[in-house]
């Protein structure tokens, strides 16, 4: 599992789970960019614009939490 920090806002991904559907990159492409390194770009959308779309992945392969 990869972690990408935000804040107070940790978005993860495994990438065994990930079914490459497309729906983080559609719904943010400023975020998500799969064709570079690092692919998820924290601080460009606001933390529940984030999560909201997280919340749009079927295969379960983004997730969030958030830090104490």
Known sequence: M??????????????????????CVRGL????KPKEQPWIKTGIATDEEVIKQIEQC?????????ED
């Not at 079927?58 to 958030?66: N, V």
């Open 2 to 23: 990869k972690e990408y920090k935000q804040g107070k806002l940790i978005i993860t991904w495994e990438h065994e789970k990930c079914t490459h559907s497309g729906n």
């Open 29 to 32: 492409r400023d975020v998500f």
């Open 58 to 66: 079927p295969s379960k392969a983004l997730g969030y939490r958030l």
